[in-house]
């Protein structure tokens, strides 16, 4: 029975070259249609063919995020060296705290460009998406001087704020063009394949009182941050393009 096995198992992974996987979780499952707008976002690749890294300097990204009071450290991140014959550690459960905040992030390949955090009680509408708009363009002429007399390519989400009439209208006024950003994909989105982990990451376990102290943290983070890190998404961002021209439209994991 044993002799059975080995072969069986022989078999299976030498000679037909099996593989036991999990299965990948992915945001939806992708119509012909949103394969075929997924594509056709990617035809950015074509002008960073043909520009390079003058076409990746003009992007600028906006994403947003909830940042809670207390996120507890996850299992892996709270793992410690040990002595074989010492006892493991004990982690006590914790939950979410209920505060939170949102902070909307918009950055480029040089770093941070500004954070805008939503006041309590208020709502991301239009109106108040155009005036953070207006405020990252004045932010614009003091850290990226040279990048205001370009043309700004704008990476967005696409929640209903962003693409109301009023918000386009704005857009046109400070002469940013919008890049296409296909519905169900994050992996096409810097800020959630590589910007928000690293930073939850770091906020994991630190425990907050007030939302001035949330506010200083993610300040603190993106300040020491090396300049690298934000130019690696970049480059990630025109490899995942090229990955799903290829794929026809499906989601790339890197």
Not at 208 to 223: N, P, Y
Request: hydrophobic fraction near 35%; charged fraction near 25%.
């Amino acid at each position: 029975m044993n002799h059975s096995v080995v072969m069986v198992n022989t078999i299976i992974h030498e000679h037909l070259h099996f593989r036991k996987v999990s299965a990948r979780w992915v945001p939806r499952q992708l119509s012909d249609f949103d394969r075929h707008k997924r594509v056709e976002g990617c035809t950015e690749l074509e002008h960073f063919n043909r520009e390079g890294q003058d076409f990746l300097d003009c992007i600028i990204i906006c994403d947003r995020t909830w940042v809670n009071h207390f996120t507890p450290e996850t299992k892996q991140a709270s793992k410690q060296w040990k002595h074989a014959d010492s006892p493991p550690p004990k982690k006590f459960r914790a939950i979410v705290s209920a505060g939170k905040l949102m902070a909307s992030v918009f950055w480029d390949k040089c770093g941070l460009i500004h954070v805008d955090f939503l006041p309590h009680g208020a709502t991301i509408n239009s109106e108040y998406y155009c005036c953070v708009l207006s405020d990252v363009h004045m932010r614009l002429r003091k850290k990226r001087p040279g990048l205001i007399t370009k043309d700004v390519l704008f990476l967005q989400d696409n929640a209903r704020a962003p693409t109301t009439h009023h918000t386009t209208c704005t857009l046109q006024k400070l002469s940013w063009e919008v890049l296409p950003n296909p519905r169900y994909s994050p992996d096409f989105t810097p800020s959630d394949f590589h910007l928000f982990g690293p930073l939850k990451q770091f906020l994991e376990g630190q425990h907050f009182s007030t939302d001035d102290e949330v506010k200083q943290a993610i300040l603190r983070w993106f300040s020491h941050t090396d300049k690298s890190f934000y130019a690696e998404a970049f480059q990630a961002l025109v490899k995942r393009w090229d990955k799903c021209v290829n794929v026809a439209g499906e989601y790339v994991k890197k």
